[in-house]
């Protein structure tokens, strides 16, 4: 069965997709910008940036009953390649212990001007050890 984690925020209620669908196996999270999720203001710092992203996956996958140790892929986005260093410090601080495979790093534009990073995970579903 397939089940979705939603939000109110921009951009997922704005253009019409999920947050994460869960899909046992595996949570899928749609990919996650660094805005602060308190304000949902972006910060100008691209390290900022990403440790708001991860804060936003850590919440999005305890909410999807898994977790940031779940994790078996990350895809990295950037809009330009000076960022590559800092981002890529911020997630080795954030998934050192965890390896997860990884698509580093994807230089593209993103939705808004505003976004430096963005980062995309897939995790295994917690509920789905029981299998």
Known sequence: MRRFITTTQSPEAE???ARAVIQDPFVFLSCVYGYDPESMTMPEDVTQQTCNCWDSIAATLQSAESALEEIVKAR???TDPAYGEPVL????RR???ILPASTLMVVSGLMRPEMKVGIEVT???SLA???
């Open 15 to 17: 253009f019409g997709f």
């Open 123 to 125: 995790a295994m579903w």
């Open 89 to 92: 410090d911020a997630c080795a």
């Open 76 to 78: 990295i986005y950037v």
């Open 95 to 97: 998934m050192a212990d």
């Open 129 to 131: 050890r029981e299998w």
